[in-house]
């Protein structure tokens, strides 16, 4: 069992930047490919960004291609999401994720646990 925790959500104007962290307990993070999703209000929860387990290959989706980095500190047990050039449409709930597949991309069915989440908001 794997419990995820993510902060470093918040407030921020466009065209700013945020870091937010996941921190893992009760399992090793090194075990787990992580992904990091977002659902906006009235939307369903969509991909953002995913790190595979054993290489650390990092894979984004479209719309944060350029702008957001994933990473992770195994030593630390957490990952982190760096955004950056933020734009009102990032707006929403980021949750990070943990699959004990070797390659999930963006399948949500893939991932076996999810934190509960933290709210960005960026403002035109």
């Known amino acids: 069992q794997v419990q995820l925790v993510e902060s470093g959500g918040g407030f921020v104007q466009a065209g700013g930047s945020l870091r937010l962290s996941c921190a893992a307990s009760?399992?090793?993070?090194?075990?787990?490919?992580m992904g990091w999703f977002r659902q906006a209000p009235g939307k369903e929860r969509e991909f953002v960004a995913t790190i595979n387990r054993s290489v650390g290959n990092t894979y984004y989706a479209d719309s944060v291609k350029g702008r957001f980095t994933m990473s992770r500190d195994n030593a630390k047990n957490t990952v982190y999401l760096q955004m950056s050039s933020l734009k009102p449409e990032d707006t929403a709930v980021y949750y990070c994720a943990a699959s004990l597949s070797g390659i999930p991309f963006g399948n949500q069915a893939s991932y076996n646990y999810w934190g509960q989440g933290t709210q960005v908001t960026v403002s035109s």
């Open positions: 009760g399992r090793t993070l090194s075990s787990y490919s």
